[in-house]
């Protein structure tokens, strides 16, 4: 691969990763707001929450391995 292109990627990847970070922290706030809304067996806020926490942490995970990938190519 083009080394400029390689590093427009790296790049981009990167920015996907600030961003899905930045999610990742938006719902570990929505998380707590609902964990104090009561009992967390019934609160489908808080459900929803720990859901899309573990699948925004999979998506960085994947994005992490992707700008590894790429940094190794060069």
């Keep these: 691969m083009n080394k400029k292109i ?3 990627k790296i790049k981009m990847w990167k920015d ?3 961003k899905l970070e930045e ?3 938006v719902i570990a706030e929505k998380k707590g707001v609902a964990a104090q ?3 967390l067996s019934e609160n ?3 459900t929803i929450a720990v859901e ?3 699948t925004t942490r999979v ?3 994947e994005v992490k ?3 590894r990938d790429l940094e190794k190519e060069g």
């Design 44 to 46: 489908a806020a808080y």
């Design 16 to 18: 996907n990763l600030a």
């Design 65 to 67: 391995k992707l700008i």
């Design 6 to 8: 390689r590093e427009q």
């Design 52 to 54: 899309d926490a573990e």
């Design 23 to 25: 999610e990742l922290r």
């Design 37 to 39: 809304e009561g009992d």
């Design 59 to 61: 998506r960085i995970e």
